[in-house]
């Protein structure tokens, strides 16, 4: 497993319109504002290695990287290759799609363990990034059927706070039953009384205190 200290990263969605005009020269602002730590969803057409140098130039390490679940299960031999070539030891899925019923999240389980399988042969640990996932099915939801099914050696967990507590999860509970299969937390907030998806606002501002 590659070895990187991810202690407090920014997600790259915070800047996400900054990003996307100026991707290098937004990178250059955040190491000079301090931040040592980045973790994309995208390289707006650069390829790892180019990121990788520039990153490594500007002080900042990259622990993880978000993937869409379409190119995992596609496009994975790629998706490694990515996140090796930027020194990540953490390959992230962001969120399945908003499946309805059981069996199907069984399945998006399935798909998860056999992609993590194959993360874990390469040095990587793949991580499952919860979106709104906490809607009522019966006397579950689709994350209790994640949690309970993916295998804690092939699959760990990237616990949204915000995005568990507006889809009707409580964050603190299950921090602390996902506690040793939670290596990243993200910390985030949105604006007060409004429906998914929900516009990001800064933290102590929003729904979360």
């Known amino acids: 497993m590659i070895a990187v200290d991810?202690?407090?990263?920014?997600?790259?969605?915070?800047?996400?319109?900054?990003t996307e005009h100026d991707y290098i020269g937004t990178l250059r602002t955040l190491a000079q504002s301090g931040c040592t730590a980045i973790e994309p969803f995208t390289l707006h057409g650069l390829s790892a290695k180019q990121v990788r140098i520039f990153a490594d130039d500007l002080g900042l390490c990259v622990p993880a990287m978000h993937f869409g679940y379409t190119r995992l299960r596609n496009d994975l031999a790629a998706v490694i290759a990515e996140a090796l070539a930027l020194g990540?030891?953490?390959?992230v899925c962001a969120g399945v799609p908003a499946y309805q019923t059981v069996n199907e999240w069984l399945d998006a389980a399935d798909e998860l363990n056999n992609i993590g399988q194959h993360c874990i042969?390469?040095?990587?640990?793949?991580?499952?990034?919860?979106?709104?996932?906490f809607v009522p099915m019966g006397e579950t939801c689709g994350f209790e059927v994640l949690v309970n099914t993916l295998s804690p050696s092939l699959v760990q967990f990237e616990l949204d706070?915000?995005?568990?507590?507006?889809?009707?999860?409580?964050?603190?509970?299950w921090l602390k039953r996902l506690?040793?299969?939670?290596?990243?937390?993200?910390?985030?907030?949105?604006?007060?009384?409004?429906?998914?998806?929900?516009?990001?606002?800064w933290l102590g501002d929003g729904d979360l205190s």
Do not use: K, M
């Not at 042969?121 to 996932?133: K, M, P, R, T, W």
């Not at 506690?179 to 606002?201: A, K």
């Open 6 to 18: 991810p202690s407090l990263a920014l997600q790259l969605w915070t800047v996400r319109a900054q």
């Open 88 to 91: 990540c030891a953490y390959i």
């Open 161 to 173: 706070v915000f995005c568990t507590a507006a889809s009707g999860g409580n964050p603190l509970a």
């Open 179 to 201: 506690d040793g299969r939670l290596p990243l937390v993200h910390l985030e907030n949105g604006e007060p009384g409004s429906d998914p998806p929900i516009p990001s606002t």
């Open 121 to 133: 042969a390469c040095g990587l640990q793949l991580v499952y990034h919860n979106e709104y996932d």
